[in-house]
T-cell receptor, first 114, second 111 residues
Framework: GAGVSQSPSNKVTEKGKDVELRCDPISGHTALYWYRQSLGQGLEFLIYFQGNSAPDKSGLPSDRFSAERTGGSVSTLTIQRTQQEDSAVYLC????????????FGSGTRLTVV | SQKIEQNSEALNIQEGKTATLTCNYTNYSPAYLQWYRQDPGRGPVFLLLIRENEKEKRKERLKVTFDTTLKQSLFHITASQPADSATYLCAQEGAGNMLTFGGGTRLMVKP
């Protein structure tokens, strides 16, 4: 597509429920990244994919967080048993393999855990 | 570990003046730095990339410098306009092209 698409744009969930966030990157971008941004804070790295592989999972905050990417395209970030501290904007970005032209970000999913 | 710092205080300037934002990095020396603009409720938008062997890079009213001795990058907006008001993020590359972002500096340009 023309840009990085994320869905849903907003999600309100009850504490303890599981949520799934979706990212559709720019066609042909081999690299895909997930970041989290809490209110008024900077971007916190979560995980990145080169193709379907995730070489670095060190940024995932806990084992409640997981992510996968299939077909070198769409990625889903799953948060199990959500907690209030998971409330944030989850941003997805994609880039070419070398990222020489920067990342292209989606508009994010605003997750609110009540 | 990588650490990248930006002035967390908002920068307020008058329209027409030059805005200068600072980005400092520690430890690991990146091969390049990137600058992004973020508006409220939106994802960051890529502006410029500068490599370690480039002292300066320009794009329209934007200018970025990279001083590997000071471990610092400066981001300038000349002839600033109210539409330039946003948060500006600096980022350095790490393993696998993964970027580490600074906390951002909010710029307010007053008419």
């Amino acid at each position: 597509g023309a840009g990085v698409s994320q869905s849903p744009s907003n999600k309100v969930t009850e504490k303890g429920k599981d949520v799934e966030l979706r990212c559709d990157p720019i066609s042909g971008h081999t690299a895909l990244y997930w970041y989290r941004q809490s209110l008024g804070q900077g971007l916190e790295f979560l995980i990145y994919f080169q193709g379907n592989s995730a070489p670095d999972k060190s940024g995932l905050p806990s084992d409640r967080f997981s992510a996968e990417r299939t077909g070198g395209s769409v990625s889903t970030l799953t948060i199990q048993r959500t907690q209030q501290e998971d409330s944030a904007v989850y941003l997805c970005a994609s880039s070419t393999q070398t990222a020489n032209y920067g990342y292209t970000f989606g508009s994010g999913t605003r997750l609110t855990v009540v | 570990s990588q650490k990248i710092e930006q002035n967390s205080e908002a920068l307020n300037i008058q329209e027409g003046k030059t805005a200068t934002l600072t980005c400092n990095y520690t430890n690991y020396s990146p091969a390049y730095l990137q600058w992004y603009r973020q508006d409220p409720g939106r994802g960051p938008v890529f502006l410029l990339l500068i490599r370690e062997n480039e002292k300066e890079k320009r794009k329209e009213r934007l200018k970025v410098t990279f001083d590997t001795t000071l471990k610092q990058s400066l981001f300038h907006i000349t002839a600033s306009q109210p539409a330039d008001s946003a948060t500006y993020l600096c980022a350095q590359e790490g393993a696998g092209n993964m970027l580490t972002f600074g906390g951002g500096t909010r710029l307010m340009v007053k008419p």
